[in-house]
C-alpha cells in the first residue's frame, strides 16, 4: 500500500502534506503536477519565442500535451485512491487490526488454558483438584468460544481477498486507461510536429561540417531598409532580375513559413537565412534554395535578398 502511495507521488513531502490535511479532515490545497508545471513552462516560453515562430509553436504544442499528461496523471491517482488504496487502507485500519487484536486474545485464552492444565496436574489434594478442574473447564470453555469467534474472522478473509481482486483489476485497468491516454497524446504530438520541415525536426540530417546559417549585420540592415518606404517592390524586383541574369548566388531571408508541395520543393521558416541561385530555363517567380545539403525550388516572393 505505502509502495503503491509512493508511485502514485513521489514526493514524500506532498505525501505528509495530504497525510496531515487527511486527519484534519481538511481538504488539500490543489498544486500543479510535474507534468503540469513542465508544460506551463513550455508555454510561457513557447509565447516568449513568439506562436508565429516554428520552434515557439512546437513549444506550445508540447506544453498543451504535458498538461494533457498532467491530466491524465491526476485521473489515475484519484482512481486508484478510490478504488485500490481506499478499500485496502480501511481493511488494514479496520478488518484486519479487529483479526489481529481477536488473535491476540485468542493466544492469551491458550496460555490461560495451558497454565490451568498444568495446576490441574500438579494439585493432590481432593480440593485443590477439584478446584482445579473447574478451572480447567472454564478456561477450556473461553478458549473455545474465542477459537471460534477467531475462525470466523479468518474465515471472512477469503471474501476480502476476492474484494481485493476486483481492487486490484481496477488499479491495473486505471493504469491501463492512463498509459494508454498518454500514448495517445504522445503520437499526436509527434503527428503535429512531423508537419514542421523535415530539416527542422532533426539535427542528425546535417553533417557536423555543414555551417549554421547565420543573419549577419547586414541582414538587420537589409531587413530594417526593407520596412522603409523608401524602399520600393522595382528595387526588390530589380535584385531578383540581376540574380536570374547572371550565375551567382546570393543570400537571402525567408519572410514567410513555406510548406513543399512536393519533393522538387524547399520548405523554408520565416527569418531562416539560405543561399538562392538561378537555373537555366526555371519560371520567373522560383529560385532554387540551399540550406546545407539540402536543396530545392523556392518562391521569390517568400524571400529577401542580403546584401
Given at each position: 500500500m505505502k509502495q503503491t502511495e509512493v508511485l502514485l507521488q513521489p514526493n514524500p513531502n506532498a505525501r505528509i502534506e495530504e497525510f496531515v490535511y487527511e486527519k484534519l479532515d481538511r481538504k488539500a490545497p490543489s498544486r500543479m503536477n510535474n507534468p503540469e508545471l513542465l508544460g506551463q513552462y513550455m508555454i510561457d516560453a513557447g509565447n516568449e519565442f513568439g506562436p508565429g515562430t516554428a520552434y515557439g509553436n512546437a513549444l506550445i504544442k508540447c506544453g498543451e500535451t504535458q498538461k494533457r499528461i498532467g491530466t491524465a496523471d491526476?485521473?489515475?491517482?484519484?482512481?486508484?485512491?478510490?478504488?485500490?488504496?481506499?478499500?485496502?487502507?480501511?481493511?488494514?485500519?479496520?478488518?484486519?487490526?479487529?483479526?489481529?487484536?481477536?488473535?491476540?486474545?485468542?493466544q492469551n485464552k491458550r496460555l490461560d488454558l495451558d497454565a490451568a492444565k498444568t495446576r490441574l496436574k500438579k494439585a493432590k489434594a481432593a480440593e485443590a483438584r477439584a478446584a482445579s478442574e473447574q478451572e480447567v473447564r472454564i478456561t477450556q470453555s473461553e478458549f473455545d468460544r474465542q477459537a471460534e469467534i477467531t475462525r470466523l474472522l479468518l474465515e471472512g478473509i477469503n471474501s476480502t481477498h476476492a474484494h481485493h481482486l476486483r481492487c486490484l483489476t481496477d488499479f491495473v485497468e486505471a493504469q491501463m486507461t492512463y498509459y494508454a491516454q498518454c500514448y495517445q497524446y504522445m503520437l499526436d504530438l509527434q503527428k503535429q510536429l512531423g508537419s514542421f520541415p523535415s530539416a527542422f525536426r532533426s539535427n542528425n540530417n546535417q553533417s557536423s561540417s555543414t555551417p549554421v546559417p547565420s543573419v549577419s549585420a547586414s541582414s538587420v540592415l537589409a531587413s530594417a531598409s526593407a520596412s522603409l518606404p523608401s524602399v520600393s517592390n522595382s528595387v526588390v524586383t530589380s535584385g531578383f532580375s540581376e540574380l536570374k541574369a547572371s550565375s551567382g548566388s546570393r543570400k537571402a531571408r525567408v519572410l514567410y513559413d513555406y510548406d513543399a508541395a512536393n519533393s522538387s520543393e524547399l520548405s523554408l521558416l520565416a527569418d531562416e537565412v539560405i543561399t538562392v541561385y538561378s537555373v537555366p530555363g526555371m519560371d520567373s517567380d522560383w529560385l532554387m534554395g540551399e540550406r546545407g545539403n539540402q536543396k530545392g525550388k523556392v518562391p521569390i516572393t517568400y524571400l529577401e535578398l542580403l546584401n
Open positions: 491526476r485521473e489515475l491517482i484519484q482512481t486508484s485512491a478510490i478504488n485500490f488504496l481506499t478499500p485496502l487502507r480501511n481493511f488494514i485500519d479496520g478488518d484486519y487490526k479487529t483479526i489481529t487484536k481477536e488473535r491476540k486474545l485468542l
